[in-house]
């Protein structure tokens, strides 16, 4: 999971418009049942929000960074549940781009923590904590991070709510399956041994003219770049890598070579 910048200003207004009317109609009905059957009739409302949704990630789901053909086609979901907070049926910040897999696990689910009141309205749900990360929110996704063999874990694990929140969206997302945890291993394996040629290579070359070994360090550095790159999949877990490795300093080297070599190449 990485943060994804989620500004007012990507959205257009048309659709805006159109969820305004929608939220206004669905708070006119006089009873429950109408109102969750009015609002279950107006999915075209967020799913019309699929393609925007889409570009401010990349192409990948929110949650799990894979893209729709790792968690199946392509979801729009309401971070808070519709069942349990229909007046945010149609609200744009709600909504979230997920794999249907992550999305049909959640379902109506959204746990808080101990003693946390469930909000009623718009003012009510800021005093509550909710246990289910979001990757809007500045510090959510820093606090989920990767083993080497794919495993999601706490990144602060001394500190027990962080813990608790971890765990449970773990296991409400099904960010620990077999399948993901296959594609981080990999990903996880590939950064590793490009830093640990990288760093090797850089250490053999140093004091000596090798033409052959400088062709090589810069088809590394192009590796490592695209590995690294903010629209490639599992990018957490390749930082999560460069952690273990204490490699940040090297990633850096090897984007600042991969941006000037196209440069050069593009004259």
């Given at each position: 999971?990485?943060?994804?910048?989620?500004?007012?200003?990507?959205?257009?207004?048309?659709?805006?418009?159109k969820?305004?009317?929608?939220?206004?109609k669905?708070?006119a009905?006089?009873?429950?049942?109408?109102?969750?059957?009015?609002?279950?009739s107006?999915?075209?409302?967020?799913?019309?929000?699929?393609?925007?949704?889409?570009?401010?990630?990349?192409g990948?789901c929110w949650?799990?960074?894979?893209?729709?053909?790792?968690?199946?086609?392509?979801?729009?979901?309401?971070?808070?549940p519709?069942?349990?907070?229909?007046?945010?049926?149609?609200?744009?910040?709600n909504l979230?781009?997920?794999?249907a897999?992550?999305?049909?696990?959640?379902?109506?689910d959204?746990p808080?923590?101990?003693g946390?009141?469930?909000g009623?309205?718009?003012?009510?749900?800021?005093?509550?904590?909710?246990l289910?990360?979001?990757?809007t929110?500045?510090?959510d996704?820093?606090?989920?991070?990767?083993?080497?063999d794919?495993?999601?874990?706490?990144?602060t694990p001394?500190?027990?709510f962080?813990?608790?929140?971890?765990?449970?969206?773990?296991?409400?997302?099904g960010?620990?399956s077999?399948?993901?945890?296959a594609?981080?291993r990999?990903?996880?394996?590939?950064?590793?041994?490009?830093?640990?040629?990288l760093?090797?290579?850089?250490?053999t070359?140093?004091?000596q003219?090798?033409?052959?070994g400088?062709?090589l360090?810069?088809?590394?550095c192009?590796?490592?770049e695209?590995?690294?790159?903010?629209?490639?999949?599992?990018?957490?877990?390749?930082?999560?890598?460069?952690?273990?490795?204490?490699?940040?300093?090297?990633?850096?080297?090897?984007r600042?070579?991969?941006?000037?070599?196209?440069?050069?190449e593009q004259?």
């Amino acid at each position: 999971m990485r943060f994804v910048h989620y500004p007012l200003n990507a959205i257009a207004q048309a659709w805006l418009k159109k969820a305004s009317e929608a939220t206004i109609k669905a708070a006119a009905k006089l009873t429950d049942v109408e109102r969750k059957a009015y609002v279950s009739s107006r999915s075209d409302v967020w799913s019309t929000l699929k393609e925007t949704l889409e570009h401010l990630s990349a192409g990948k789901c929110w949650y799990t960074e894979a893209r729709d053909n790792k968690v199946s086609y392509w979801q729009v979901d309401h971070y808070r549940p519709k069942a349990l907070y229909p007046w945010l049926a149609f609200s744009w910040d709600n909504l979230r781009l997920s794999g249907a897999k992550p999305n049909l696990r959640k379902s109506d689910d959204f746990p808080l923590g101990a003693g946390s009141p469930r909000g009623s309205d718009a003012e009510g749900i800021k005093g509550e904590q909710p246990l289910l990360l979001d990757p809007t929110r500045w510090g959510d996704p820093d606090l989920l991070t990767f083993k080497a063999d794919g495993e999601p874990v706490c990144a602060t694990p001394a500190d027990p709510f962080s813990k608790e929140r971890v765990t449970t969206t773990v296991k409400l997302l099904g960010l620990d399956s077999e399948g993901l945890c296959a594609h981080r291993r990999e990903k996880w394996r590939s950064c590793e041994r490009k830093l640990k040629k990288l760093q090797k290579l850089l250490e053999t070359n140093r004091h000596q003219a090798n033409p052959e070994g400088g062709e090589l360090i810069d088809e590394i550095c192009r590796d490592l770049e695209a590995l690294y790159d903010d629209e490639a999949e599992f990018t957490s877990t390749a930082w999560s890598c460069a952690q273990e490795l204490n490699a940040s300093r090297l990633i850096e080297l090897a984007r600042y070579r991969a941006r000037l070599l196209r440069e050069l190449e593009q004259g």
